[in-house]
């Protein structure tokens, strides 16, 4: 079995020292309880950049550099301490953590940003960071395209867990890949909400046959800071959902088993039992008995893209 907590809860908004002490105090809350698996929403470090579905494209450019500035600024680095005290969390804790976060890629131009979820393991090890495969629509003006190196399901104590972001799960073959790799926990943290999204997972969870983690984000007006820009015209209203979360769980087969906790700050708690999954599978396993791969094969590619390689005769410095 294992105990899972959903933090729904909305970031300190594009602030990532007090996002990641938020964190790290939901992460002891949860513990207390005795969990297994602590799971983040979408681009939670420090924030997803909502502002994107309401600014005029290309008519409100100089705000949109102005805010773009804000999550440069905010973003992490993978490759420092940054992420240190969720590391330390999940070690002092003993529990796995899956958290979306904003990255800025620190190997080449170092102003490239990424929406990325990460896999911290109960030894406090960064055990996989996923970047997102298909930023979608104005996410494109956002974040850079993601590649398959990070598109795998890691073995942990929790369970064998995978993670796609929001639209990223509409992705068919993204999905195969997950569960060519043996998924028991299939966690989707995303921005969006609401029962068409809801469905998408349950189809999920029939297909796959396995569990189906939604992580949503949910903000009202009140959680954008005072000094956000142009506030009084994107955001006037404190009391608007800017998005009411709907975190979710959904069994292998798709029955909904926890939530969707809709327009409600707090933790999402409850236990997964992974024998369902092999059990589950007994009818339909899309990646085994179900698979007929005389006439179907999936091939990825999970070879780091960098955009320069530097030889000098004794290494190769890569992304």
């Not at 933090?7 to 297994?36: C, G």
């Not at 003006?141 to 369970?159: H, I, P």
């Not at 972001?165 to 043996?182: D, I, S, T």
């Amino acid at each position: 079995m294992t105990k899972l907590a959903i933090i729904q809860k909305p970031p300190v908004f594009l602030d990532r020292h007090k996002t990641i002490e938020l964190a790290v105090s939901s992460i002891e809350e949860a513990a207390a309880n005795n969990v297994d698996l602590v799971v983040f929403s979408e681009a939670f470090i420090s924030g997803y950049p909502a502002w994107i579905w309401r600014l005029r494209p290309g008519s409100d450019w100089g705000l949109a550099e102005q805010l773009h500035q804000h999550l440069l600024r905010n973003a992490v680095n993978v490759e420092s301490d940054d992420l240190a005290p969720l590391y330390e969390a999940a070690r002092r804790h003993k529990v796995t953590i899956v958290s979306g976060i904003e990255e800025r890629d620190n190997n080449f131009s170092q102003t490239t940003l990424y929406n990325t979820v990460v896999t911290i393991g109960p030894d406090g090890q960064l055990l996989n960071r996923h970047r997102k495969l298909m930023p979608t629509n104005p996410e494109r003006m956002v974040w850079g395209f993601g590649d398959a190196s990070g598109l795998k399901v890691v073995e942990t104590g929790a369970g064998r867990i995978g993670a796609l972001m929001c639209w990223e799960n509409f992705m068919p073959l993204a999905r195969y890949a997950l569960y060519a790799q043996g998924v028991e926990i299939y966690i989707a943290p995303t921005y969006d909400s609401g029962d068409g999204w809801i469905g998408s997972l349950q189809h999920i969870a029939r297909e796959g046959c396995c569990w189906v983690v939604g992580c949503g984000c949910i903000m009202q007006g009140s959680d954008i800071p005072a000094d956000f820009p142009d506030k009084s015209r994107l955001y006037p209203d404190d009391a608007e959902w800017i998005n009411p979360g709907d975190s979710v769980v959904i069994a292998p087969g798709g029955e909904i088993v926890a939530g969707p906790m809709h327009e409600e700050y707090g933790i999402l708690y409850h236990e997964l039992d992974r024998e369902k999954v092999s059990s589950a599978k007994r009818a339909l396993d899309v990646a085994g008995h179900y698979a007929r791969p005389d006439i179907f094969q999936l091939h990825v590619n999970t070879q780091v893209q960098a955009p320069c390689v530097f030889e000098d005769g004794s290494a190769v410095k890569s992304h």
